[in-house]
């Protein structure tokens, strides 16, 4: 069992800048973020695995970097050019197996650990 706890969320104005951490309590191959707005379903930001490799979804690209330090068990998300319709219940996910099967991710359900979520607010 792996046990994940995301930090840094909060309230910014539309461009700024926030960064979020995961630290788990445990070693996984694959650690994702994803995020859920209102009324939305939860969707893949970006996944990182242990060799550093790592993929995001189209509308963050060029805008967010993942990082993962090993040695200390936490995943990063750097959010940068924040927008409006990045607001959003961000969560960290883990898995022991690879992010990807056969070339496509794999989905959320498949994420046997999750955390609680940090809050990130982006106002216009």
Known sequence: QVQLQESGGGSVQSGGSLKLSCAASGDTRCMAWFRQAPGKEREVVADMRMDGSSTYTDSVKGRFTISRDNGKNTL?????????????????????????????????????????GTQVTVSS
């Open 76 to 116: 990063y998300l750097e959010m940068n050019s924040l927008k409006s319709e990045d607001t959003a219940m961000y969560y960290c996910a883990a898995r022991y197996g690879p992010c990807f099967y056969r070339g496509s991710r794999l989905p959320a359900r498949t994420f046997p650990f999750w955390g609680q």
